[in-house]
């Protein structure tokens, strides 16, 4: 082998060895950025359902309940700036995250106070259609919740790959930042109670 050919054949192996490390990094944080925006997608999906729910909640309230009209003020006001949120999971910044959590909070809030003033009307508490939505919006409740944490679960992957060295030098060349998590807010540890014990007086 001639001697000229030994450094060609050395530049040849770094530059394909580079390559297959960046394409190598590049098209993972491509498939696991795609798993983050699938369980956001989950996540948004459960939240609306729930915000479906409520609207249905409190039409079925108004009928029940004519003198609840500042409750059921409250909860539509933090059902529309719940859904007026809303965040692309390709940018997602830890403000934004924040700031959905916080009014999805606000509207927890709103649901239980309302749920709290259904025990003053014993009608609306034997109302089928109210038990049904009560026993769907528990369900939902614990969609969410599994919601949260699967999105948590593929942001993890993602933040060890773009942040750990030496890739966390390539995520800065292609603009791969780590994700935020979810975080519970203070005082919204627990979903909001929708359990009633009609049993008791």
């Known amino acids: 082998m001639k001697k000229w050919l030994i450094p060609l054949i050395i ?7 580079g390559y297959s490390w960046v394409t190598g990094f590049y098209n993972t944080a491509i ?6 925006e699938e369980a956001w997608g989950n996540v948004e999906t459960a939240y609306q359902r729930r915000g479906d729910l409520i609207g249905n909640l409190v039409k079925t309230v108004q009928g029940a309940a004519d003198y609840e009209k500042e409750t059921l003020t409250q909860v539509i006001e933090a059902r529309a700036k719940a859904t007026s949120v809303t965040i692309d999971p390709t940018n997602i910044t830890p403000d934004q995250l ?4 916080e009014v999805q909070g606000g509207l927890s809030g709103a649901l239980k106070s309302l749920l709290v003033t259904v ?6 508490k034997a109302n089928q259609n109210f038990l049904k939505l009560q026993d769907e919006l528990a369900s939902t409740e614990n969609q969410i919740l599994t919601a949260r ?7 993890k992957p993602f933040n060890n790959h773009v942040k750990t060295f030496p890739n966390n030098i390539l995520a800065g ?10 975080e519970s807010e203070p005082g919204n540890e627990k979903a909001p109670d929708v359990e009633f014990d009609f049993g008791k007086k």
Do not use: H, M, Q
Not at 11 to 17: P, R, S
Not at 98 to 101: E, I, P, Q, V
Not at 149 to 155: D, L
């Open 11 to 17: 530049v040849g192996v770094i530059a394909f060895a």
């Open 98 to 101: 924040a700031k959905f959590n």
């Open 31 to 36: 498939k696991l950025n795609e798993n983050i």
């Open 149 to 155: 944490t699967r999105f948590n679960e593929a942001t």
């Open 119 to 124: 025990e003053r009307y014993p009608d609306l």
């Open 173 to 182: 060349f292609f603009d791969f930042s780590g994700k935020p998590y979810f």
